[in-house]
């Protein structure tokens, strides 16, 4: 085995608000695997709430870069499970690196991951788009830009109900909210039924991660369906969420990759609850990612490279939201060099 890795920082069409700040570009990582001549790829961008920054998976990278390298690669997997001892405090990393070993895998076996799980690409539902926190006249002018049949709307702020009223005024596409834990029980428990009126499909993190006693009011209230993103990270969360919220949205960087990821899916039906997996602003690397998972899924939040103004590589493309598949094995990346 034998990796190479670089570093980007990726810029977005417009600057990506939410309820904790604003970015102009995405920093990421994108690693490569060479096994045997067969190159697998994977992807991680930082976020800066997390604590993870590119330059620390760098410096995990060179600290112990021949021991990523040493490991008898068979299955990812058991990849996954080596990789997550040698790096218990960064997740980023592992799912960069956990991603690549799928990649290799499914070219071993000369298929897309989604073949080798007998998944139905016909069942992975539509694709949101994301409208983050700007001017009313702005929000509304990004959504005409970008006409799509499911829209992901950032709130958590202040006059956010009045921005959702003026979005709906010129379109009947389904609405998500996000609040990103920006709102308190009592403003949930007002916002949520206007919500609903406005033909808001489901509200996604609306109070603080450990804001559990709150949680538990409000899931029991609540007239929309509540999916949990920042309460749950890791596969142990998964429970804790169980009568909090409705569902939960896995992310491929926080949870540590795509293995962990289908444990948490499987996990999360077993419960009764709904699954999305969302994305955090990844080029095509890491979408394609999400896109193996897409037909296990209720709803998929993959819109990373539509809000990026340059990508790295080619994977899935998307017509007005379904996820249009390539041909090529593993995890579909084209055209991608380090």
Same mark, same amino acid.
């Given at each position: 085995?034998?990796?190479?890795?670089?570093?980007?920082?990726?810029?977005?069409?417009?600057?990506?608000?939410?309820?904790?700040?604003?970015?102009?570009?995405?920093?990421?990582?994108?690693?490569?695997?060479?096994?045997?001549?067969?190159?697998?790829?994977?992807? !991680?961008?930082?976020?800066?709430?997390?604590?993870?920054?590119?330059?620390?998976?760098? *410096?995990?990278?060179?600290?112990?870069?021949?021991?990523?390298?040493?490991?008898?690669?068979? %299955?990812?997997?058991? #990849?996954?499970?080596?990789?997550?001892?040698?790096?218990?405090?960064?997740?980023?990393?592992?799912?960069?690196?956990?991603?690549?070993?799928?990649?290799?895998?499914?070219?071993?076996?000369?298929?897309?991951?989604?073949?080798?799980?007998?998944?139905?690409?016909?069942? !992975?539902?539509?694709?949101?788009?994301?409208i983050a926190i700007d001017s009313i006249e702005t929000m509304v002018a990004k959504m005409k830009e970008k006409p799509w049949p499911?829209?992901?709307?950032?709130?958590?702020?202040?006059?956010?109900?009045?921005?959702?009223? !003026?979005?709906?005024?010129?379109?009947?596409?389904?609405?998500?909210?996000?609040?990103?834990?920006?709102?308190?029980? *009592?403003?949930?428990?007002?916002?949520?039924?206007?919500?609903?009126?406005?033909?808001?499909?489901?509200?996604?993190?609306?109070?603080?991660?450990?804001?559990?006693?709150?949680?538990?009011?409000?899931?029991?209230?609540?007239?929309?369906?509540?999916?949990? %993103?920042?309460?749950?990270?890791?596969?142990?969360?998964?429970?804790?969420?169980?009568?909090?919220?409705?569902?939960?949205?896995?992310?491929?960087?926080?949870?540590?990759?795509?293995?962990?990821?289908?444990?948490?899916?499987?996990?999360?039906? *077993?419960?009764?609850?709904?699954?999305?997996?969302?994305?955090?602003?990844?080029?095509?690397?890491?979408?394609?990612?999400? !896109?193996?998972?897409?037909?296990?899924?209720? #709803?998929?939040?993959?819109?990373?490279?539509?809000?990026?103004?340059?990508?790295?590589? *080619?994977?899935?493309?998307?017509?007005?939201?379904?996820?249009?598949?390539?041909?090529?094995?593993?995890?579909?990346?084209?055209?991608?060099?380090?």
């Amino acid at each position: 085995m034998k990796l190479t890795y670089k570093t980007y920082s990726l810029p977005f069409h417009h600057p990506f608000t939410i309820s904790k700040g604003t970015k102009t570009h995405q920093p990421t990582l994108i690693v490569q695997l060479d096994f045997m001549g067969i190159k697998g790829y994977g992807e !991680a961008p930082a976020i800066s709430y997390y604590n993870i920054p590119v330059e620390k998976m760098v *410096e995990d990278i060179e600290r112990k870069k021949i021991f990523i390298e040493k490991f008898a690669f068979s %299955d990812p997997e058991r #990849y996954w499970h080596y990789l997550h001892h040698l790096f218990p405090n960064n997740s980023f990393l592992v799912c960069a690196l956990d991603m690549a070993g799928w990649d290799i895998y499914g070219k071993l076996k000369r298929k897309q991951l989604h073949e080798l799980w007998q998944l139905d690409t016909s069942k !992975a539902p539509l694709t949101d788009f994301t409208i983050a926190i700007d001017s009313i006249e702005t929000m509304v002018a990004k959504m005409k830009e970008k006409p799509w049949p499911v829209y992901k709307i950032k709130t958590g702020v202040d006059g956010d109900l009045e921005m959702v009223a !003026a979005l709906r005024k010129h379109t009947d596409a389904i609405f998500r909210v996000d609040a990103n834990a920006g709102w308190t029980l *009592e403003q949930a428990l007002q916002k949520i039924p206007v919500l609903k009126e406005l033909g808001v499909e489901l509200v996604e993190q609306p109070l603080a991660k450990d804001d559990w006693d709150g949680m538990k009011v409000l899931f029991e209230k609540s007239a929309l369906p509540l999916i949990a %993103d920042e309460s749950c990270v890791a596969e142990t969360d998964v429970e804790k969420c169980l009568n909090h919220f409705h569902g939960i949205n896995i992310k491929l960087t926080k949870c540590s990759g795509i293995t962990p990821a289908r444990r948490m899916i499987t996990k999360a039906k *077993e419960l009764g609850m709904q699954v999305m997996v969302g994305c955090m602003n990844e080029s095509s690397v890491g979408t394609a990612a999400i !896109a193996q998972l897409a037909p296990m899924l209720n #709803y998929v939040d993959m819109d990373g490279p539509l809000l990026l103004a340059e990508d790295i590589g *080619e994977s899935v493309k998307f017509d007005f939201g379904k996820i249009i598949y390539n041909q090529s094995p593993g995890l579909g990346i084209n055209n991608l060099s380090l």
